[in-house]
């Protein structure tokens, strides 16, 4: 019936959610309110670490990529579960440091780092870096160097896959801000360039090849131009690259019509497809990276609102509105992403209203979907929306000067708030007279 499996409706006829009554939470916090189940997030990580260790015998490490959903608490939680953590700026690298993430853990992503940026990753110790340019190659060494250090690095090699075989791959080919270009031999000179490094050491390569990916053959193709690559390094320069990373993308349900694979799935097929190449080429099978993000979060949050005014225009749309809206879900607004949502205090009734839910910011297209079918609402009701643990909160902007929601996170079926509400103070704080 909900698209989330941590979702259903309690004896009191209200949406239960990761065991605790979604009622009850928006009376306690007030909305809007972000709600993470970090059982259900450990259990997502639990998903990846067992396909690992039963597809690839552990030889590798799960990243989770905080740009999803970025807090302490939750790179806390994803790191007790054993995961290393993406970052890709210097706010996420900070978070991660300030939450107790084991520096050797954490692996600095992104197309255009900062000097401070590469400086905090560098003096910090990160694990790994993953450079995007050449450019970041030259700041890279220069940085090292001046700090004492030696760097890990993966260069990210863009695979350039035909759009015609997978049109989602098409952003990510030669054409995109991301990474070398393996066709075009900028990948190549990445990788010469930090092999001459004496500041640099140059572990592998990396790759993300898009999001809300739902095939397995995508990942195996990938999997295969990038094992191609690592062996086109080792005939040309004798030096056989140890790691590996195929990044993220892993699609989740938004909707009923949604059908995503399992982690199992994924690394099943992809760590086959290595395993198959290595034993075909005498090659050494590399330490395997996974990046997920929306994998880990998305179904493990929802966002509670209050139901404001519902407009009902006569042979048009009805417009239920709410009290947040694009400041803490931008996602509509920007690529149209779809939802589903239930009125929480009325779960058990039908849910045969269709309404656009729209939110309270000065923008027509400020809204959380346009035809979404949910119980009969009232002004005062609860709207909860699913799937929002993903790109909500870390997306969340303070438009019209609106203070973001808080976050309350559910932890061995207890609630409590990981982060608070911003108050108009805060939104002040910064201004200067
Ligand atoms: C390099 C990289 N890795 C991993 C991810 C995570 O993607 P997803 O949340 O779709 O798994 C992204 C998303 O943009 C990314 O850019």
């Given at each position: 019936m909900f698209v989330s499996d941590h979702a259903k409706v309690n004896a009191a006829g209200n949406l239960e959610f990761s065991g605790v009554d979604t009622v009850a939470l928006a009376q306690k916090y007030g909305t809007p309110l972000y709600v993470t189940s970090l059982d259900g997030v450990k259990a997502s990580c639990a998903e990846f670490t067992a396909a690992l260790d039963k597809h690839y015998g552990g030889n590798g490490m799960i990243l989770y990529a905080s740009k999803a959903n970025c807090n302490k608490a939750i790179c806390k939680t994803v790191s007790s579960c054993g995961f290393g953590l993406d970052v890709v700026s210097g706010g996420e690298l900070y978070t991660a440091l300030q939450a107790g993430v084991d520096p050797a853990r954490i692996c600095f992503h992104g197309n255009n780092k900062t000097e401070t940026e590469l400086r905090l990753a560098i003096e910090n110790d990160v694990g790994r870096i993953f450079a995007d340019s050449l450019a970041e190659l030259d700041d890279i060494e220069r940085i090292a160097g001046e700090l004492g250090k030696k760097a890990k690095v993966l260069v990210r090699a863009n695979?350039?896959?035909?759009a015609s075989t997978h049109e989602y791959i098409m952003t990510g080919?030669?054409?995109?801000?991301f990474g070398l270009s393996i066709d075009k031999g900028d990948a190549l000179a990445g990788v010469l360039k930090a092999l001459a490094?004496?500041?640099?050491?140059?572990?592998g390569i990396d790759c993300h090849i898009g999001s809300q990916i739902f095939e397995v053959l995508p990942f195996v193709d990938e999997a295969e131009m990038l094992m191609n690559f690592l062996f086109s390094i080792r005939e040309l320069t004798g030096v056989t690259l140890g790691e590996l990373n195929v990044g993220g993308g892993f699609g989740v349900r938004y909707v009923p019509s949604d059908d995503p694979l399992s982690a199992d799935r994924i690394i099943g097929a992809v760590a086959a497809r290595v395993k198959r190449f290595c034993a075909e080429n005498d090659f050494p099978e590399p330490f395997l990276m996974f990046e997920p993000g929306r994998a880990i979060v998305a179904n493990n949050g929802i966002t509670l609102y209050t139901v404001g005014c519902v407009k009902e225009i006569a042979d048009v749309r009805n417009y239920v509105s709410i009290d947040g809206g694009m400041f803490d879900n931008p996602r509509y607004a920007l690529y149209g992403a779809r939802y589903t949502a239930c009125v929480a205090n009325k779960?058990?009734?039908?849910?045969d209203y269709r309404a656009a839910i729209a939110?309270?910011?000065?923008?027509?297209?400020?809204?959380?979907?346009?035809e979404i079918t949910i119980q009969r609402p009232e002004r005062g009701d609860i709207l909860a929306v699913f799937t929002?643990?993903?790109y909500n909160y870390s997306m969340a902007s303070n438009y019209n000067r609106n203070p973001r929601p808080a976050m309350v996170v559910i932890d061995d079926g207890e609630d409590r708030i990981a982060v608070r509400r911003e108050t108009y103070a805060d939104l002040v704080s910064f201004d200067e007279e």
């Open positions: 695979p350039g896959v035909e080919q030669v054409d995109s801000k490094s004496d500041n640099i050491e140059l572990a779960a058990s009734q039908p849910a939110g309270k910011c000065c923008e027509s297209g400020d809204l959380i979907g346009k929002t643990g993903a």
